[in-house]
């Protein structure tokens, strides 16, 4: 009896150490739910991304139609849109965190691919989208502290990349959306 015992016994350590080893789910239950909250996260950058753009384009129209032009107004209004494209820089980063957990698990390589094309997203707006902006305001700054007329020739161009930039994300975004449901993620 005790010799069938230890057979079990042996056999159930045996099985929790190779089920461990390869994962028995559990990384897949751990990639998803990284997942949902990286794509979570994600969904409010967009809703971000958005508001920051309309807030933009709605100062450089009334700047360049001289509706505000007061240096204190634009001042403020060009800090409170850096501190909507802060957060939001801060809210990818936490995004990004998310989707780098599934890199580093085993046994899950449908959620590592998805997992890269988010990030890679992510990155885009961040090293390209918020840098526009950041730029745009910097360049409404520079031209409310000298006097001189904003270029809107090098605004209108900025304004472009970014808009190109936009829709390449939004293909990317279409692209880790397909592969998604196509892998049942």
Same mark, same amino acid.
């Given at each position: 009896?005790?010799?069938?015992?230890?057979?079990?016994?042996?056999?159930?350590?045996?099985?929790?150490?190779?089920?461990?080893?390869?994962?028995?789910?559990?990384?897949?239950?751990?990639?998803?739910?990284?997942?949902?909250?990286?794509?979570?996260?994600?969904?409010?950058?967009?809703?971000?991304?958005?508001?920051?753009? /309309?807030?933009?384009?709605?100062?450089?129209? /009334?700047?360049?139609?001289?509706? !505000?032009?007061?240096?204190?107004?634009?001042?403020?209004?060009?800090?409170?849109?850096?501190?909507?494209?802060?957060?939001?820089?801060?809210?990818?980063?936490?995004?990004?965190?998310?989707?780098?957990?599934?890199?580093? $698990?085993?046994?899950?390589? /449908?959620?590592?691919?998805?997992?890269?094309?988010?990030?890679?997203?992510?990155?885009?707006?961040?090293?390209?989208?918020?840098?526009?902006?950041?730029?745009? $305001? /910097?360049?409404?700054?520079?031209?409310? !502290?000298?006097?001189?007329? $904003?270029?809107?020739?090098?605004?209108?161009?900025?304004?472009?990349?970014?808009?190109?930039?936009?829709?390449?994300?939004?293909?990317?975004?279409?692209?880790?959306?397909?592969?998604?449901?196509?892998? !049942?993620?």
């Amino acid at each position: 009896m005790k010799r069938y015992l230890l057979l079990i016994v042996s056999i159930a350590v045996a099985m929790a150490m190779v089920f461990s080893f390869i994962g028995c789910g559990s990384d897949t239950a751990k990639a998803k739910e990284y997942m949902e909250k990286g794509d979570e996260l994600t969904l409010d950058l967009e809703t971000e991304s958005f508001m920051i753009t /309309d807030e933009l384009i709605a100062l450089i129209i /009334d700047y360049i139609e001289g509706r !505000n032009t007061e240096p204190a107004a634009v001042t403020a209004k060009v800090e409170e849109i850096k501190d909507m494209a802060s957060e939001m820089e801060s809210n990818g980063e936490k995004a990004k965190e998310e989707y780098e957990l599934i890199l580093g $698990l085993n046994g899950v390589s /449908d959620y590592k691919e998805y997992a890269s094309m988010q990030i890679e997203i992510i990155e885009m707006m961040k090293d390209d989208a918020l840098e526009t902006c950041y730029d745009t $305001l /910097d360049k409404i700054m520079a031209s409310v !502290n000298t006097g001189e007329p $904003l270029d809107t020739d090098e605004l209108m161009e900025s304004v472009a990349a970014a808009v190109k930039m936009g829709k390449e994300a939004t293909e990317q975004d279409n692209e880790a959306e397909e592969y998604k449901i196509e892998n !049942n993620l």
